[in-house]
Every structure is written in C-alpha cells, then in structure tokens.
C-alpha cells in the first residue's frame, strides 16, 4: 500500500509541475494571443466580418416594409416559419434566443471595443495611434448601443427616459452587472462614446477602387451623429453633422449610369415556360465581400443579412415607387424572384448585395435626407426641395420629364409629405442606402 502511495505523490507532484510550466508560458499564436502593440488592435479592427453583419430579425421581419403575405404562404408553407410571424407581428417576446441572433452579435462588438480600450494603456505604440484606436473604439461601441436601443428599447423621448434601456457593459468583466440600466443612462453613454469617437480625425481612403469603409473615418462617424440627433430630433446639429459628412465625402452612385444588370443569366422553368430573371450586377459577388466597397456611398460597412435569402417587399412599399421611372424599383425590386426560391406564383424580390445584404450604415443618400428634413423641418423646405432633388437626379431615369425627376411643394408640410412618401418611404427596411 505505501508503494502505491509513494507513486501517487510522485504522479501528483510530476502533474502539477507540469500544470505550473504550462500556465507559465505565454500564449501562442494558435490560442489566444495578449495585446502587445497597438498593431495587434489594428488587426481586431480589420476584421471587417467581425463588425459588419446585422442579423436583426426584428427590424427585417418588423417593418411595414416586410411582407407577410397568405397568397405566399399558401403557395409555399416552407417561405415563412412561425418565428418571422412572430416577428411580423411584433410578438417576440417569447421567441427562443437563438433565434434573436443580432443580440449576442452586437454585444461581441461591444466586447471588442472594451477590449481595445482597456489595453491601450498596456501596448507599445505612438499616441497617435492610440488615439485613433481609442476614438475608433467609442464610435463602435455607440454604434451598437445606438443600434440595439432603437431595436428594443422604447423611442427616444423625455417622457421615456426614466424607462428600461440597456445594460453598461463599460469592460470586458463577465461580473459586471448585467441588469437593465435606465434609457436616460443608454443615451448617455451613446452621446458621451460620440463624443469621444469625434476626436477621430481621418478620411475616408479609396485604394486600388475600393474605399476602406470597414474603419472609421471622419465622415462616416459625422453620418452617424447626424443619424442620431436625427433621432433625437435636434435639427440643428442633424443638419450640421451631415453637412460636414457630404462636406468630406459626397460620392454618389448615378444609377443612370453606375447601375446595370448582370451578365449572369438566370432562369427558371415554370409551368414548361422558360423565365429570365433580371438581377442587379450587385448580386454576383456571393463570397467575395470586398465588392461591396467600390459602392462609393457608404460611409460604413455595415448590412442587414438574412441568410434565408428572400427579402419580401410589402405590397404598400412596391406601391410608393415610380415603376415606370424609378430605377431603384428597376434594379433592386427583382420580378419573378419568388420563381428563384422554388414557388410556383410570381412575386418580386428585394435584391442589392447577392441576396442575403442589405447596406445599413450610413450612407451619402442619407445624409443628403437627413439635410432635407432638417431644412424643411426648421422652416427651409424650399431649400429642402434643392436638397432631396440631387438624389433624385441620380435615382430617377433622366429620361424622365424634369416635373417627374424633381419633387416641387407649396408648403412645409407638403414638402415633407413627399419626402417621407416618395423617397424615405421607398426603401426597404429601413436600408437608407436605397435612398
């Protein structure tokens, strides 16, 4: 007995000298690797996938934009599952969480700002370039607070500010706490991270055709505070902020001229007919992401994704666009798409990025909106109308009669009646690239 004693403390003292060599040793390369540079931050950042995808149910599902359609259903029961109907009709509070997939994804945002921030103080590199990381990081972590407030929490207002809003998460410590922090406490930090993310000073870089909207830059975090006090309603500093994002960058797509369909034919036997389907050169790329940005109006990479991969227009949204002249309707709305998802009735598709992205981050069309109603809200609206008419031109076929390409008003509230009509209103799910 005491010789097997002996080889049991032998074992446990050979055992535990190897733990204490193992816990010893840095990380490698293959593990988890510890910030030492501000290099390796960079590196977090330019994972462009890590940042860029917005699986939110609740906005795709939720919109008025969305349709939920019997005539569908009854065609084809496997188009829609019980969990889109419920988001249809905004009765998710039961749904299961890992159908809520665009929590989890912003909090690893969040996470990896956090992250950033907490070791700036322990890597090696210039105050410049920690400045910029630092900013960079504040404008993430606002974005995804912004993003996730105005998806489930109530609307911005006084009168709401003493409800629920969002839990702090201000470090990567899984002990803090996780407990609901009051809607006044959200916004604060949204606007104090927005602060601190202005102090970026960077342009938005084209390289080789491609523009590096997948990291901050100056105009693009000026596009999201003119987003947020949008929100908040403070016209003034709207209209500044996206003044000085269309002052840096005002690229725009001329869909006259930019726009085209795709050389890919694709077709479909229905009923023994033979059926072209026309997309947009924009859905070709399905794996090559960095297509994405030659789209010269995005301030910020950042989509809607549905990876089931048929965005249903409503019937009421297909009805606020010029289908004669519009080409937004001629390059995104995709007839017969129903026939590519294995129905038997025709219906249209919403496509711009293959079929499962939508552009959400800010872009010059916004901003371009955002400036109109800010104009035509404090009493401007005949400037307003100048505004929203140079979107138009590069939405609108230029063969058109000009008392079609351009909106004209007699009056504030006309004018923003047909903003919110005909452009606002024209597109689909709140994507305010289609703009």
């Known amino acids: 007995m005491k010789k097997y004693s002996l080889l049991i403390v032998m074992f446990t003292a050979i055992f535990l000298s190897a733990c204490d ?118 404008f993430i972590r606002a974005y995804s607070y912004f993003q996730m407030v105005n998806t489930y929490c109530l609307p911005y207002s006084q009168e709401n500010m003493s409800e629920l809003g969002l839990p702090i998460k201000a470090s990567t410590s899984f002990e803090e706490s996780g407990a609901r922090a009051s809607l006044k406490e959200t916004w604060d930090l949204i606007l104090s991270d927005l602060e601190l993310a202005l102090e970026l000073d960077r342009d938005l870089k084209l390289k080789d055709g491609k523009y590096r909207s997948w990291r901050a830059s100056t105009p693009a975090i000026n596009a999201f505070a003119a987003r947020v006090y949008l929100t908040m309603n403070d016209y003034t500093k709207a209209q500044a902020y996206a003044e000085a994002a269309l002052a840096d ?37 399905q794996s090559d992401q960095t297509d994405r940005m030659e789209w010269k109006e995005l301030y910020y990479y950042r989509f809607l994704t549905y990876g089931s991969w048929f965005y249903i227009p409503s019937p009421d949204l297909l009805d606020l666009y010029d289908h004669d002249y519009d080409l937004r309707y001629k390059y995104h709305i995709v007839e017969d798409y129903s026939y590519d998802r294995g129905m038997s009735i025709s219906y249209p598709g919403y496509i711009f990025f293959f079929k499962d992205q939508i552009p959400s981050g800010p872009t010059v069309g916004e901003m371009l909106l955002v400036k109109a109603e800010c104009q035509a809200r404090t009493g401007n609206w005949n400037e307003a109308l100048t505004t929203v008419n140079q979107l138009r031109e590069k939405r609108m076929d230029n063969t058109a009669s000009e008392d079609v390409i351009n909106l004209s008003a007699s009056s504030q509230a006309e004018a923003l009646t047909k903003f919110w009509k005909r452009d606002v209103g024209s597109c689909l799910l709140h994507s305010v690239s289609l703009m």
């Open 21 to 138: 060599e193992f816990l010893s040793e840095p990380p490698s390369k293959t593990s988890s690797l510890v910030p030492a540079t501000t290099e390796h931050l960079e590196n977090l950042l330019n994972s462009y996938s890590s940042f860029s995808s917005e699986p939110n149910n609740d906005v795709i599902f939720g919109s008025d934009d969305y349709g939920l359609l019997t005539n569908l259903f009854d065609n084809s029961n496997a188009i829609y599952n019980v969990n889109m109907a419920h988001y249809a009709t905004w009765d998710v509070n039961y749904l299961p969480d890992d159908d809520r997939p665009y929590f989890p994804v912003e909090w690893k945002k969040i996470f990896n700002a956090n992250l950033i921030l907490e070791n700036l103080g322990k890597v090696s590199g210039s105050e410049e370039e920690k400045a910029s990381l630092k900013a960079e990081a504040h």
């Open 249 to 285: 960058h005002n690229a725009m797509m001329d869909y006259n001229t930019d726009m085209r369909y795709s050389d890919i034919v694709s077709e479909e036997t229905i009923d023994g007919e033979l059926k072209r389907i026309w997309y947009p050169y924009t859905h070709d790329a």
